[in-house]
């Protein structure tokens, strides 16, 4: 059973990096790590998917260790709008609890 | 290309009650998945279904079931609600199985049991 594990929140200024630390010790060999982010009344949105090593696109960076028991969102130069729930999502095709979203990181953004 | 599409919005029903809940994903996409979101409980997953078939359910009671249509179109039913059900039902879809692949969420469908 592919778990999660992140912290419940975490306070940024603006213009700062922030990296969001996700552990999930249990992770299987065919499962993908994803993340993504929730605003208030809306929909969670896919920001960034990876396997192994680092992923980067044009909001966010992913990295994984070689153990992948792992991951690290990296958020740079976050700004207000980047205050929300950020999801760590391991995929797990094996078990009954596929797509385990878990609780989730707080972030907010300070001025 | 229009986003994934869920009706009704906002739902109150009451104890014992049962509902439907409707979720037409993004044109192309085989997968839909439906999760519940409370303040409590966060977002846990309820079930998905991929090519009419429901391919993987999480740890719900039976009340909650589902089907897809050849359209990919997908309902999610619960019956005999209880005032827990109340909560923010969510529906995405992916072009093929969830675990893989990005997920595109709807705006969600509110019910509220009184």
């Known amino acids: 059973l592919a778990k999660t594990t992140q912290p419940i929140s975490m306070d940024s200024y603006e213009g700062q990096e922030v990296n969001i630390t996700c552990s999930h010790n249990?992770?299987?060999?065919?499962?993908?790590i994803t993340w993504y982010q929730q605003f208030p009344s809306q929909g969670p949105r896919f920001i960034i998917q990876?396997?192994?090593t680092k992923v980067t696109n044009e909001v966010a960076s992913l990295f994984i260790p070689a153990d992948r028991k792992s991951s690290t969102l990296s958020l740079p130069r976050v700004s207000l709008s980047d205050t929300a729930v950020y999801y760590c999502?391991?995929?797990?095709?094996?078990?009954?609890?596929?797509?385990?979203f878990g609780t989730g990181t707080r972030l907010t953004v300070i001025p | 290309k229009a986003g994934v599409t869920q009706t009704p919005r906002y739902l109150i029903k009451t104890r014992g009650q049962q509902v439907t809940l409707s979720c037409s994903p993004i044109s192309g996409h085989r997968s839909v998945s439906w999760y519940q979101q409370t303040p409590g409980q966060g977002l846990q997953f309820l079930f998905e279904?991929?090519?009419?078939?429901?391919?993987n359910k999480g740890n719900f009671p039976g009340r909650f079931s589902g089907r897809q249509f050849s359209n990919s179109r997908s309902e999610m039913n619960v019956s005999t609600l209880e005032l827990g059900d109340s909560a923010l039902y969510l529906c995405?879809?992916?072009?093929?199985?969830?675990?893989?692949?990005?997920?595109?969420f709807g705006p969600g469908t509110r019910l509220t049991v009184l």
């Open positions: 249990n992770i299987a060999t065919n499962d993908y």
């Open positions: 999502l391991v995929g797990d095709q094996t078990g009954a609890n596929n797509l385990f």
């Open positions: 279904y991929f090519s009419e078939t429901q391919r």
């Open positions: 990876g396997y192994k």
């Open positions: 995405a879809s992916s072009l093929e199985i969830a675990y893989s692949n990005e997920q595109f």
